[in-house]
């Protein structure tokens, strides 16, 4: 029995090892890669330097035009009302839903809300990702926080296993998932703050204000 | 797991959010929705835009809670309120509110000629106002998590703002080409500490998020500020001291945005009807200008 358990440990370890070069064989190939920043509103330019620290070639995303040759998208923190209205006026929406049907797209709070199909309130909405998301729902900011998540899907997938450092800013949750849509991350009260569907990811932080590039990676090896 | 709030990554990275937005005040629950209506980023709460406070002259206070309740209640965004400088109970009271940001604001009447407030003992963020880095590194240093120019509030003059905001992108731009050896004197010459001159030159930009603010009534004042490389936009009087505020609210979003189309930025100025009175700041004397209050 100890010789087996250990064996599995061993095997486990190599499977990470595998995992980590893959992983960086594919961090490698991004390198080839165009990932676009919507840049209405919001914390654009964080995202935009830490896909340049995984060296992907990136754009800033005002106009449809600006869509063209991007390998995938990412909706950054801000206020999903302020983009919604801006994406309406200038004739990103449907734009924006060709473009999420055929390649990869993540949202980080503000863009979580605006991926989703139903946030209970009318405003203009992507409605890409099958999630209910509720606004603000930790409170205002003074309950904003910072905590540590096992996301296991993200340290299998970048052979790592260390938690990820997430941070909350008046952050909404995912309040139920539906059909093709998986839960990647929960609170330990249950409350779903990470969301996939396919190539779309939905996350309540905002990876983007810490050093942790692991959810970059990740997202640049779904847009592959 | 450990879950921390108050933090500095949280006090920053709510200003972090508001990037590429515009702060717009509002006097009620009714401005408050055509604000957010229009796309504002976030919505200051008070009880008289800066016209108003000059026109009334007397001494200018933080606002009723009352009223911030009202349109903290009205609105989706965040919602911002002032406290006079060096008012830390005001402060307090407003924390106590729930309001997202206080805004230590020479636009009232400062309650302290010596200091301001030890923001760090707070668990909400704070903004405050700068003329050049000095000042600006000072307020940091007391615990702010976004810094905004003064400019002259209420006069829909822009002149101050470009000249704070040239002021502190110059120092940016000239403590990049400054050696090691030269940054304490270049501390000790602004009144900075130190510590922060050196990470505002590792970082080639000021450590906290950076607004314009004081004197912006228009969609190209808005993103002529941004040119010169703030952050984001306070409007004050402007918009709701103007003909069609949702209209003007709603072209000065789309301005910060496009902020380097010069082809938008012509499309969203047309037929915005009157723009508020201005008030030329060159003809104004010492006694009414606002931007001095703050040390």
Redesign the interface.
């Known amino acids: 029995m100890a010789k087996d358990s250990r064996y599995e440990v061993g095997k486990e370890d190599n499977l990470r090892v595998e995992n980590r070069i893959q992983f960086l064989f594919s961090a490698l190939y991004s390198l080839t890669m165009k990932i676009g920043v919507l840049?209405?509103?919001?914390?654009?330019?964080?995202h935009i330097s830490m896909l340049k620290k995984i060296g992907v070639e990136t754009a800033e995303v005002?106009l449809p035009k600006n869509l063209d040759g991007l390998d995938g998208l990412i909706i950054p923190?801000?206020?999903s009302?302020?983009m919604g209205?801006?994406a309406v006026?200038y004739g990103l929406m449907e734009p924006l839903q060709q473009f999420g049907k055929s390649h990869a797209i993540w949202g980080t709070?503000?863009g979580a809300i605006f991926l989703s199909k139903d946030i209970g309130?009318d405003q203009p909405l992507l409605g890409l990702m099958d999630i209910k998301v509720q606004?603000?729902a930790f409170?205002?900011?003074?309950?904003?926080?910072?905590?540590?998540?096992e996301i296991d899907e993200l340290m299998k997938a970048t052979g790592t296993e260390y938690p990820y450092h997430a941070?909350f800013?008046?952050a909404p949750i995912i309040e139920s998932v539906h059909g093709n849509a998986k839960v990647l991350c929960a609170?330990?009260d249950g409350r779903i703050v990470a969301a996939q569907e396919g190539r779309l990811l939905a996350t309540s932080f905002?990876p983007e204000?810490t050093g942790d590039m692991r959810f970059h990676e990740y997202f640049v090896s779904l847009a592959k | 797991m450990e879950s921390k709030t108050g933090t500095w990554t949280e006090k920053k990275g709510l200003a972090q959010m508001l990037k590429g937005g515009v702060i717009m005040d509002v006097v009620n629950a009714e401005q408050a929705r055509i604000a957010e209506e229009a796309g504002a980023c976030a919505v200051m709460a008070l009880e008289r835009v800066p016209a108003d406070i000059r026109a009334d002259g007397g001494v200018a206070r933080m606002s009723d809670p009352e009223m911030i309740l009202k349109i903290m209640d009205a609105v989706s965004i965040p919602v911002m309120a002032k406290c006079r400088i060096g008012h830390f109970v005001e402060a307090q009271i407003l924390e106590s509110l729930g309001v997202d940001y206080i805004d230590e604001s020479e636009v009232l009447t400062p309650a302290d000629e010596e200091h301001h407030i030890l923001k760090h003992n707070f668990k909400v963020p704070f903004v405050c106002g700068c003329r050049n880095i000095g000042e600006a590194m000072r307020r940091i240093g007391e615990g702010a998590a976004m810094m905004r120019t003064k400019g002259e509030a209420g006069t829909g003059d822009v002149v101050e703002a470009v000249r704070h905001a040239r002021s502190v992108m110059g120092s940016i731009r000239q403590l990049q080409t400054m050696g090691d050896e030269e940054l304490m004197a270049f501390a000790k010459n602004n009144g900075a500490p130190y510590e922060l001159v050196k990470e505002t030159k590792t970082l080639g930009r000021m450590p906290v998020v950076n607004f314009a603010a004081g004197g912006v009534a228009t969609p190209a004042d808005a993103a002529l500020m941004m040119q010169l490389g703030v952050d984001g936009v306070f409007v004050g009087s402007g918009i709701f001291k103007s003909g069609d505020p949702a209209k003007r609210a709603a072209a000065i979003v789309k301005s910060v945005t496009h902020y380097q189309d010069a082809s938008i930025l012509a499309e969203v100025s047309k037929n915005l009807g009157e723009a508020m009175v201005g008030r030329n700041t060159a003809q104004m004397p010492d006694g009414e200008r606002l931007a001095v209050r703050g040390w």
């Open positions: 840049a209405l509103q919001g914390d654009f330019s964080e005002r923190g801000g206020e009302t302020t209205k801006l006026a709070c503000a309130r606004r603000n409170g205002r900011q003074v309950d904003s926080f910072e905590t540590d998540l941070v800013i008046r609170l330990e905002h204000l």
